[in-house]
């Protein structure tokens, strides 16, 4: 077998996007207390000053091989402890879907925070993970990368190159995530505009999730379907993920095969409220993607909204 070398570069960015819900202000790497009066800590993280830390690049890599791992450092170099929480590639360039035979599996100081496809960890994706708390002003951080090529990958591969950003969200410890306050919390919008769709709230019980579908079109309509994705620290949206799908005129729930099953699911029809056993999820999950979908009537257009963290708040 001829030996097929490519190559995979990396450019990493940390981000820090505002994640907290309500209306509290929490600070982030923005640097916002800059304009006050008072003297503030910050938040910042990367390599040395500013909000960048150096590429991955990992070279010759081959079918059928041992994995390769490229590896780098990041650090906190603000003056507030911090936590991690999501993970996100973008300005993806991939010279002949090299994509396709790669899996990545990421991780953070050993511990892992993304497994599957580099295409699939785009924003609109999730991307969300269990959160690494107590990140202390100064400590540094690994981020390496294990990427496999598939046994199968032939000689159109050879000498390809892909090349993504990567970008790390961090916050100040005490900010909440969605899932980590009290009551109903708006927490997705689906496309369609502001008279299409629907909007999506949701809250946790010390055993249980309730999300709640609010349609734009017709309040209190009887929509014919409404779905939730489900899945934990992974892109692979055709393996890892759950379906839950609730036909609401016949008042029936299909849930795909996976951690949860049709026991764990209770329904309340009328106000339209999904509640999910959240002791069926594994104990180690801390966080989930979640995506929600669906349509209005049999006949109506179907409406989605990307995926976004819920935090298991337990």
């Given at each position: 077998?001829?030996?097929?070398?490519?190559?995979?570069?990396?450019?990493?960015?940390?981000?820090?996007?505002?994640?907290?819900?309500?209306?509290?202000?929490?600070f982030t790497s923005q640097a916002t207390s800059e304009a006050n009066s008072f003297q503030a800590g910050t938040l910042s993280i990367g390599t040395g000053t500013g909000n960048q830390f150096a590429s991955i690049v990992v070279n010759d890599m081959a079918p059928g091989l041992p994995v390769h791992q490229g590896t780098t450092t990041l650090q906190n170099n603000g003056s507030l402890p911090l936590k991690l929480y999501r993970i996100n590639a973008s300005n993806i360039i991939d010279e002949g879907g090299l994509d396709a035979?790669?899996?990545?599996?990421?991780?953070?100081?050993?511990?892992?925070?993304?497994?599957?496809?580099?295409?699939?960890?785009?924003q609109e994706n999730g991307g969300f993970f269990n959160p690494i708390m107590n990140i202390a002003a100064g400590k540094e951080m690994n981020l390496e990368l294990v990427v496999t090529m598939n046994e199968s990958a032939g000689n159109?591969?050879?000498?390809?190159?892909?090349k993504c950003d990567f970008t790390i969200l961090a916050a100040q410890e005490?900010?909440?995530?969605?899932?980590?306050?009290?009551?109903?919390?708006?927490?997705?919008?689906?496309?369609?505009?502001?008279?299409?769709?629907?909007?999506?709230?949701?809250?946790?019980?010390?055993?249980?999730?309730?999300?709640?579908?609010?349609?734009?079109?017709?309040?209190?309509?009887?929509?014919?379907?409404?779905?939730?994705?489900?899945?934990?620290?992974?892109?692979?949206?055709?393996?890892h993920v759950q379906l839950i799908r609730l036909l609401i005129l016949t008042q029936k729930v299909e849930v795909e095969?996976?951690?949860?099953?049709?026991?764990?699911?209770?329904?309340?029809?009328?106000?339209?409220v999904i509640t999910i056993n959240k002791n069926a999820l594994p104990e180690e999950w801390k966080i989930i993607d979640v995506k929600f979908g669906g349509k209005p009537s049999a006949i109506g257009n179907y409406y989605a909204t990307d995926y976004v963290g819920w935090h298991l708040n337990r």
């Open positions: 077998m001829n030996k097929k070398l490519v190559a995979l570069v990396l450019v990493t960015v940390i981000a820090f996007a505002a994640a907290g819900v309500g209306t509290m202000a929490w035979v790669l899996d990545v599996e990421a991780f953070i100081d050993g511990i892992s925070v993304y497994t599957g496809k580099l295409s699939l960890l785009v159109i591969y050879q000498n390809k190159q892909l005490e900010m909440p995530l969605p899932g980590q306050t009290d009551g109903w919390t708006n927490i997705a919008n689906s496309d369609g505009g502001s008279n299409r769709g629907f909007s999506v709230d949701g809250r946790n019980s010390n055993n249980s999730i309730e999300y709640r579908f609010n349609w734009r079109e017709n309040p209190g309509v009887l929509f014919e379907q409404a779905d939730i994705y489900v899945k934990h620290q992974t892109g692979d949206v055709d393996s095969e996976g951690v949860l099953d049709a026991n764990d699911i209770s329904v309340n029809w009328l106000n339209k």
